[in-house]
């Protein structure tokens, strides 16, 4: 589904936005079932938390062909191409994993993705489970992509921006299952706490357009839709 001019305009301004069309019931319980399993046989890369349990696998593109499936899916790339272009690459060092959020992890990590606008990427936020105030949804401080970049990215002990009060202003954004979040890289956001027995399970992928002045193939991105264009001008 195609965004309209109005829902363009509000991920310019807030810097997020719902995507108005959520993934297939049927391919949210495959990706569920191919996690679990994957946590369950520990396929690596895996990262534990503090108590040894599995809470991230890592490195999704090429893990399974489930995975390839749902971050090329039209549901994400058809808006994707309203705000960045019809020339997209997904970004494999950058988000491109699968989290548990369980209870005891930390809560309020806000952060940013990337340190300045030049480098800014589309996050999307896959939630494979319903995400709400109890179990950890995602919080984000509406329009803070269009503040200053800054020399970090994790934003908890940075002191002027706790004495500026901007935290103090983010919004939880519940999502049920199958619903999708994209979010502009800078804008600052943190996943809430998980107060709850179960867990919040979601996937994190980063998308770019395709940058024109790069002469040189990265092997850490892939061409998800449309070509790769050079218009340098050094020929």
Known sequence: MRLTAEQVFLFRHNGFLKLPEPLPAEMVSRLKETIERHIRDEIAPIVRDRQGRIVRISNLWGRAPTFDEAL????ILDPLADLIGENIELILNRHNHATLRLAE?????FHRDIL??????VTVLFYLEDTNLENGCTWVVPGTHLLPGLATTTLADHEPVLRSGVL???VPVPIPA????AMNSLVMHSPGENRTPGSRMSMTVGYHSVDELAAVV???R??????RVYL????
């Not at 892939?222 to 070509?227: A, D, N, Q």
Request: charged share 25%; no cysteine; hydrophobic share 25%.
């Open 72 to 75: 090329t899916s039209p549901v």
């Open 218 to 220: 990265d092997p850490r």
């Open 222 to 227: 892939v061409l998800v839709r449309g070509e």
């Open 178 to 181: 199958g619903g999708l979040l």
């Open 105 to 109: 992890d930390p809560g309020n990590y």
């Open 116 to 121: 300045q606008w030049t480098r800014s990427i």
């Open 168 to 170: 103090e202003q983010a």
């Open 232 to 235: 340098g001008n050094d020929r």
